[in-house]
């Protein structure tokens, strides 16, 4: 499965982005990670095809992953961004269904995120 990623840049804080991934096949769950210089690979959001979701709980209230009804498309909406949230965010898939999970098979390239303070 291969995962196309788009709808970085740059923006100010308080403002809005929202993240695009597209995958060349249906998976049962999908997720949007994040890595900020110096810090590990955090998992930000995750849906899976029950329609379950995880919030890191940094970004619980601000951020909303949703999927298309084809479920080959993952979208995050990003509202309220902070200074921290900068950071490259990667979008993962995987064929498993447990939504609390790290652990995804397919990833896609970074776009960057950056918010000016």
């Known amino acids: 499965v291969q995962l196309q990623a788009s709808g970085g840049g740059l923006v100010q804080a308080g403002g809005s982005l929202r993240l695009s991934c597209v995958a060349s096949?249906?998976?049962?769950?999908m997720g949007w990670f994040r890595r900020a210089p110096g810090k590990e690979r955090e998992l930000v959001a995750a849906?899976?095809?029950?329609?379950?979701?995880y919030y890191a709980e940094s970004v619980e209230g601000r951020f909303t992953i949703s999927r298309d009804n084809a479920e080959t498309t993952v979208y995050l909406q990003m509202n309220s961004l902070k200074f921290e949230d900068s950071a490259v965010y990667y979008c993962?898939?995987?064929?498993?269904?447990?939504?609390?999970?790290?652990?995804?098979?397919?990833w896609g390239q970074g776009t960057q995120v950056t918010v000016s303070s």
């Open positions: 849906i899976n095809s029950g329609g379950s979701t």
């Open positions: 096949a249906r998976t049962l769950r």
């Open positions: 993962a898939a995987d064929p498993t269904w447990y939504i609390q999970s790290r652990d995804y098979m397919y």
